[in-house]
């Protein structure tokens, strides 16, 4: 009887393996065709139908038999929780990827596609960290060290991209490398899916038992100690951390120690540069300034001056015609007496000398000259007006047809006054 139970029972867990095999093998079908799927309309930048298609297995399921899981799921998290170790990194170094995509499309072409809430979701979970509590809360059973490096090392690329802060991105860090390399032991979590354990056989070590391990490690390391302690101001903790750290040997830490040393002096350099920048800014706007507020003085002298030169000149036109009219009184004072002298038949008195008519004749150049001048600086549109009007009368008497013409009306007007004149002689002699 006994022999029958026992080949009974262990018929029994024979068949419970090979069922859960089964149904395991589907699962991790199901995954990489998802998988594929997304990664294929990903490449085609159909990016809504890539996270439709990627969600299913890195979300919760929301229905859960009584036995805690449909088809090898653990309850209460993703499908993809149990699938083999290079099917995780896949698949999460794809989302990650895909989140990295998501911010850069920008916010006009990102609410396009997924709406504004949604857009506004996938970035806040790549600048708040909230994409590393998703993935080690529903891809890694809540547990930090069991996530894997490479993810770890994608989870930290993101967020020192996209993070305004990378004091989370350390907080991260440095909770994973202490719970990597002290491990916790909860036995009623790891006891509710003893298949979780059997796919983490490697839990026990630091991360190093083989070359690809190592080279995750020491990108992680890279990361934390060159990039995201250096953004955070943490030099020396930087410095001290190579120094001790169990991973690096003597030459990786050389190297490191140097690397280090170099950003700070480039960031050294880049912070004199920036500050010589701004002071030649600053000088380069004071003198500006001082360029402007020169310029703005040298125009208002301008204006000035040229204020002054318009009162000045309005005010010598009217000389320049009283001294155009004084020489021109002597000469309108002989028709005038003259013509008083007539009807009292007075002596005429001689005519001047040629002296005299040369004298009165030159001053009344020199003044016609001198108003002339005057009249052009306080109106030069006068002038202009007065030499187009002669360019114009030149023109036209070039003609020949108008100049006989304008000869044949001289000649007609000139017959004219000559008969007047005649006719008033006759008229005097009678």
Not at 1 to 30: C, F, I, K, N, P
Not at 76 to 92: D, H, M
Not at 120 to 127: A, G, I, T
Request: net charge positive; with cysteine; glycine share 4%.
């Amino acid at each position: 009887m006994a022999a029958m139970y026992e080949d009974l029972s262990s018929s029994r867990t024979l068949g419970a393996s090979v069922s859960s095999l089964a149904s395991s093998r589907q699962h991790s079908q199901q995954i990489a065709k998802a998988y594929r799927q997304a990664a294929q309309l990903f490449l085609t930048r159909r990016l809504p139908e890539a996270l439709s298609t990627i969600e299913p297995i890195i979300t919760p399921s929301v229905e859960e038999d009584g036995n805690g899981g449909q088809d090898g799921e653990l309850p209460g998290y993703a499908p993809i929780a149990t699938a083999s170790r290079g099917t995780r990194v896949k698949v999460w170094s794809f989302y990650l990827t895909f989140l990295n995509a998501v911010v850069e499309l920008g916010a006009e072409e990102g609410k396009l596609a997924f709406g504004s809430t949604r857009w506004k979701q996938l970035v806040s979970k790549c600048r708040d960290g909230i994409a590393w509590d998703d993935v080690v809360r529903d891809g890694y059973a809540g547990v930090e060290g069991d996530v894997d490096a490479e993810v770890v090392v994608n989870l930290a690329t993101l967020l020192l991209t996209h993070s305004p802060s990378q004091r989370l991105n350390q907080q991260k860090l440095e909770t994973y490398l202490s719970a990597a390399a002290n491990p916790t032991f909860d036995i009623s979590s790891h006891m509710s899916s003893p298949s979780y354990l059997q796919r983490r056989p490697s839990q026990q070590n630091n991360g190093t038992d083989t070359p690809r391990d190592l080279n995750t490690r020491l990108k992680l390391l890279e990361l934390y100690t060159l990039h995201v302690l250096p953004r955070n101001e943490e030099w020396d903790y930087a410095r001290e951390f190579i120094s001790m750290s169990e991973v690096l040997d003597d030459e990786r830490k050389e190297a490191f120690l140097l690397a280090l040393h170099s950003l700070k002096e480039e960031k050294e350099d880049a912070e004199k540069r920036e500050e010589r920048l701004r002071q030649q800014q600053q000088e380069q706007l004071e003198q500006r300034r001082r360029e402007t507020e020169a310029r703005r003085l040298e125009q208002s002298r301008a204006e000035d001056e040229r204020r002054k030169r318009e009162e000045e000149n309005r005010r010598q036109p009217r000389g320049s015609d009283e001294v155009f009219r004084k020489p021109n009184a002597p000469r309108q004072a002989p028709p005038t007496s003259s013509r008083a002298s007539r009807p009292a038949k007075k002596s005429v008195s001689p005519p001047p000398g040629l002296y005299h008519r040369a004298t009165a004749l030159l001053s009344s150049m020199q003044a016609i000259i001198t108003n002339t001048a005057h009249s052009m600086t306080a109106n030069p549109m006068a002038f202009f007006r007065t030499l187009l009007f002669l360019l114009a009368f030149a023109l036209a008497f070039g003609r020949r047809d108008l100049r006989e013409r304008i000869m044949r009306i001289l000649r007609n007007g000139w017959d004219k006054i000559r008969r007047t004149v005649g006719m008033g002689v006759k008229v005097s002699y009678i």
